[in-house]
């Protein structure tokens, strides 16, 4: 689904206001175990990539290769990765096992969150507002269980607040592009899938073409950008407002204008 159309859906849905509950349980046994990991229609955030293929041990190219369809979105031209689907009828997840997920512990967000939706908007002190709704699919007998959740202690319960930070921001630029009514170029479209989603290239791409020489980053930073992929994909968002949207407030450059011939917008 795209992300417009993922927050369209999630309009569309009953929300679970602040403070009210809903019950749930999903376990091994259930009748219905593994249903929901099948035709699914889903965007990979770049912090969902990262996970999974640390998890996966994979390369950023070969992961995307063999898990995600990836396209421009029709509207801005920004890169989007799907998650794929087995090729066979029931199109499930290839990560669906007898015993259940396969990368359990680096799942998708959204694989977290279900049978809740999440949608966030900003909440005009710096921060987002977040809002809950309930995907009940007729398939799912985990609604009849006791346990009894708000969207805040489901949240927590999943792991899921390790994920807000980094595809808060996602979305956030993902938003601002579209409030600018301009897609993004080609060149920057390019820029943003090794950024965003091939944060190991990115790491290369960061000392082969001296970045740290371009923009203001001490060097501890610059050390732990190098060793570790989460803050990387925070330097690379960071990196990415300061080229597209000419955004200081996170990053700035050296005195260079940061329109260099591999980063021309
Ligand atoms: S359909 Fe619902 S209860 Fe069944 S496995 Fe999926 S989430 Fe769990
Ligand atoms: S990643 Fe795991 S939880 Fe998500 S659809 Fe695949 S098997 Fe199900």
Redesign the pocket.
């Known amino acids: 689904m795209h992300t417009d159309e993922t927050q369209e859906f999630l309009a569309s849905l009953p929300e679970l206001e602040e403070g009210k509950t809903y019950h749930f349980k999903c376990y091994p046994g259930i009748e219905c175990f593994?249903a929901?990991?099948?035709d699914?229609d889903?965007v990979l955030t770049p912090y969902d990539i990262m996970r999974?293929r640390a998890a996966l041990k994979m390369s950023s190219i070969d992961f995307l290769r063999v898990y995600t369809v990836g396209h421009r979105a029709s509207d801005t031209n920004f890169p989007i990765f799907k998650?794929r689907m087995t090729d066979d009828a029931a199109r499930t997840?290839?990560?669906?096992?007898d015993k259940?997920?396969?990368?359990?512990n680096d799942?998708?967000g959204?694989?977290r969150m279900?049978p809740l939706g999440r949608a966030t908007k900003p909440d005009g002190k710096g921060g987002v507002a977040e809002q809950f709704f309930v995907v009940k699919e007729p398939h799912c007998r985990g609604f009849l269980e006791k346990d009894e959740w708000t969207g805040a202690s489901w949240k927590n319960d999943q792991g899921f607040q390790e994920y807000t930070a980094s595809n808060d921001r996602y979305m956030y630029i993902l938003s601002k592009i579209k409030q600018e009514g301009r897609p993004v170029s080609d060149k920057m479209s390019h820029m943003a899938t090794l950024a965003m989603y091939k944060i190991d290239e990115f790491q290369r791409f960061i000392t082969k073409m001296r970045l740290f020489d371009r923009v203001e980053v001490d060097e501890k930073r610059q050390k732990a950008i190098l060793d570790n992929e989460q803050v990387a994909l925070a330097f690379a968002m960071d990196w990415f407002e300061l080229m597209l949207f000419h955004d200081t407030s996170k990053l700035k450059t050296k005195g260079v204008t940061p329109r260099g011939p591999a980063c021309k917008s």
């Not at 997840?93 to 096992?97: E, G, S």
């Open positions: 593994n929901c990991c099948s699914l889903m999974m998650f997840c290839a990560f669906v096992t259940g997920c396969r990368i359990y799942r998708p959204a694989c279900y």
